[in-house]
C-alpha cells in the first residue's frame, strides 16, 4: 500500500466552526507533514511529526493544531479559521525525516473552504 | 538559507514536443537534496526524480531525463514526447535537514 489517504476531499466551514481534517498512511513511514497550498502557488510546510513527535511547526497560527495519534494517523484540527485560510491542506509522509533524502508521498488534498 | 527558481511561469507545447524545466537553486550547505514533484490538476504531488548534491550523475527514465550540474547550480528536466497527460504543474524542491524550498512551479500544457 503506497497511498496517503485523506478525509474529508472537501471541507466549507464557517469561522466559528470547529473541524478536523484526517490523513493515513499504510506504509510504515515515521515522518508526516502538513502543507498548506494556495492556488497557483507551492505547497507551504506547516507542521512535521517525527516518529509521532512535533518536529518543525513553521509559525503556524494557533487556530491550526496538529495532532499524531500513532504512526499512521496525522490530524488537523480546525477552530476559528479566516477566510484568508481557504486553501488545498495536503498531507504527506516519508521514510523518516532527519533524513532529508527520503522523498515524500502525499495525499490527494482536502480542499477547504472558511466562508 | 535555501532559495529555488523557476524562471519559467508556463509552458504550452503541442503533444510529441520535448519540454525542459528549469531549477536553479541558492544554498550555503554542501549536502543537499533535490527533487521534482508533478503537480496533476487531481492536486496530488507524484515524486518524481531525487538528487544528492554529490551525485551528478546524469539520468534517464522513460521519457524523463534530468541534468544535474553544481557549477550551474541548475537542475533541469526534460519531458521527451510530451503527452497530454503530462499537462501538470512541476515544482523543484530543494532539502538540507528541515530547511525545504519549494519553487514558484512551472504549470505544462500539452496540447494534443
Known amino acids: 500500500d503506497t497511498e496517503v489517504t485523506q478525509t474529508p476531499k472537501h471541507l466549507v466551514m464557517g469561522m466559528t466552526n470547529k473541524k478536523s481534517l484526517k490523513c493515513e498512511q499504510h506504509m510504515g513511514h515515521r515522518a508526516m507533514y502538513w502543507y498548506k497550498q494556495k492556488a497557483k502557488k507551492p505547497p507551504e510546510l506547516m507542521f512535521v511529526y517525527s516518529y509521532e513527535k512535533l518536529s518543525i511547526n513553521e509559525s503556524v497560527p494557533s487556530r491550526f493544531s496538529p495532532e499524531c495519534p500513532n504512526s499512521s494517523l496525522l490530524n488537523l484540527h480546525l477552530h476559528a479559521l479566516q477566510p484568508e485560510d481557504s486553501a488545498l491542506y495536503l498531507c504527506?509522509?516519508?521514510?523518516?525525516?532527519?533524513?532529508?533524502?527520503?522523498?515524500?508521498?502525499f495525499g490527494p488534498g482536502t480542499r477547504l473552504t472558511v466562508l | 538559507a535555501q532559495k529555488v527558481t523557476q524562471a519559467q511561469t508556463e509552458i504550452s507545447v503541442v503533444e510529441k514536443e520535448d519540454v525542459t524545466l528549469d531549477c536553479v537553486y541558492e544554498?550555503?550547505?554542501?549536502?543537499?537534496?533535490l527533487f521534482w514533484y508533478k503537480q496533476p490538476p487531481s492536486g496530488e504531488l507524484v515524486f518524481l526524480i531525487r538528487?544528492?548534491?554529490?551525485?551528478?550523475q546524469n539520468e534517464i527514465s522513460g521519457r524523463y531525463s534530468w541534468n544535474f550540474q553544481k557549477s550551474t547550480s541548475s537542475f533541469n528536466f526534460t519531458i521527451t514526447a510530451s503527452q497530454v497527460v503530462d499537462s501538470a504543474v512541476y515544482f523543484c524542491?530543494?532539502?538540507?535537514?528541515?530547511?525545504?524550498?519549494f519553487g514558484a512551479g512551472t504549470t505544462v500544457t500539452v496540447r494534443a
Open positions: 538528487r544528492n548534491s554529490f551525485d551528478e
Open positions: 524542491l530543494a532539502r538540507n535537514d528541515y530547511k525545504l524550498s
Open positions: 504527506a509522509s516519508s521514510q523518516a525525516d532527519g533524513a532529508s533524502y527520503n522523498e515524500q508521498f
Open positions: 544554498t550555503r550547505d554542501t549536502t543537499y537534496y
